[in-house]
């Protein structure tokens, strides 16, 4: 049975940090890509990074790039996305999700299964 569980989120102050972690089973992350994507209240959901199974390629939007870190840890099968720099408009529900081939990032529509998602909360 695949799963995938975030955790992690939480509040912070703006310039704060935080680590998001994508725990899955039921797969490796050797045949799946892996997407962070978030969606705030009112606004359509978007892709924050992604990493590709095949050679651990990394892509960022460009609201992200820079303050935003995503890797993976095979061993551990958990994907991590390192969150500095913080702005309230980083403030969403984060989800990750997993597809075989190609890491979409701008394409959640294509990635076949998801977590439950972590509220993140960027505010003083």
């Known amino acids: 049975q695949v799963q995938l569980v975030e955790s992690g989120g939480g509040l912070v102050q703006p310039g704060g940090s935080l680590r998001l972690s994508c725990a899955v089973s039921?797969?490796?992350?050797?045949?799946?890509?892996i997407g962070w994507f978030r969606q705030a209240p009112g606004k359509e959901r978007e892709g924050v990074s992604c990493v590709s199974s095949s050679d651990g390629s990394t892509y960022y939007a460009d609201s992200v790039r820079g303050r935003f870190t995503i890797s993976r840890d095979n061993a551990e099968n958990t994907v991590y996305l390192q969150m500095k720099s913080l702005k309230p408009e980083d403030t969403a529900v984060y989800y990750c999700a997993a597809r075989r081939g190609w890491p979409f990032l701008h394409a959640h529509s294509l990635y076949d299964f998801w977590g439950q998602g972590t509220q993140v909360t960027v505010s003083s």
């Open positions: 039921g797969f490796t992350l050797d045949d799946y890509a």
